[in-house]
């Protein structure tokens, strides 16, 4: 019995006319071997073609993806707030946090603070940056604890949450340096779940990716995680309104090797998540 394969290429498509072809011949190629005693031998260079290897590297993804002139260390913060607390929420936010931000005796600076718009609801989030890494968050968490002031906004803050959580992060070496802007902007944090060992081949094909992305001056920021949930990536852009966004998003797609960068950093997401999200009247990020 002859088996036919019928293969439908998107067109002016040179990525997928090659590797559908490769699985073309995979497919032809298994139904010889299978009823070959040798199979186990002629099959093996096949299937290599199509399963993922990781890279052994000699040094850990951090410091081959992060940035080397700088140390800063980022905080990335999750609060769901009680719908009726939102307000007040964020009032005590914007009368405490600022004055962190703007003391010199702590080495950490208010990269942004936001309410989220669209994604889960009743959502607060802070990004914060730590010159001088984890011994500059060691020192300011010591410094806080002494803080009355900061004590008493931590309890009051407390009654109106109903969980939090948050992660230490590193940026990416070839993103944009995180800087205050001047508004009106909404912002979008998309969330990446990468698969366990791709972070490196994620950073490899958003070092070119991100060239794309830069005309509007939309990238602000991108980082993945070091401690809480881990292979997580975040990547931060700023638009004037949501139709601006859909429109700087569609040109991407007009631009040649988007769509090839696109393809590929596919299958290294697990799970993915887009908040749009309002900064507060005291985020540096208007």
Wanted: hydrophobic fraction near 35%.
């Amino acid at each position: 019995m002859q088996t036919t394969y019928y293969v439908i290429l998107p067109k002016d498509s040179k990525v997928s006319a090659n590797l559908i072809g490769l699985k073309l011949l995979y497919l032809l190629f298994h139904r010889r071997f299978t009823s070959s005693n040798n199979r186990p031998r002629e099959d093996s260079w096949l299937k290599s073609l199509f399963v993922r290897k990781v890279d052994p590297r000699k040094d850990a993804h951090s410091n081959l993806l992060a940035k080397k002139e700088t140390s800063s260390l980022y905080k990335l913060q999750f609060h769901n707030v009680k719908p009726e607390c939102l307000e007040a929420y964020n009032k005590i936010c914007q009368e405490v946090l600022p004055k962190i931000h703007e003391d010199k005796h702590y080495p950490c600076s208010l990269v942004g603070t936001w309410n989220t718009w669209y994604g889960e609801q009743d959502q607060a989030v802070h990004l914060w940056r730590y010159e001088g890494g984890y011994p500059a968050l060691t020192e300011v968490m010591n410094k806080l604890r002494k803080n009355q002031e900061f004590v008493e906004f931590r309890k009051a803050r407390s009654d109106m949450l109903l969980s939090r959580k948050n992660q230490l992060l590193l940026e990416f070496s070839f993103w944009n340096e995180p800087v205050p802007r001047s508004g009106p902007n909404i912002y979008e944090l998309r969330s990446y779940q990468l698969r366990p060992g791709t972070m490196i081949e994620w950073g490899n094909y958003w070092a070119r990716a991100i060239r794309f992305r830069q005309d509007s001056n939309e990238a602000v920021g991108g980082f993945f995680s070091q401690i809480g949930q881990l292979y997580m990536v975040h990547h931060l852009w700023a638009y004037k309104d949501l139709q601006t966004r859909e429109d700087i998003r569609n040109a991407a797609w007009h631009k040649h090797g988007w769509e090839e960068l696109v393809y590929y950093t596919v299958p290294l997401i697990q799970e993915m998540e887009s908040r749009i999200m309002i900064p507060l009247k005291s985020s540096p990020l208007q």
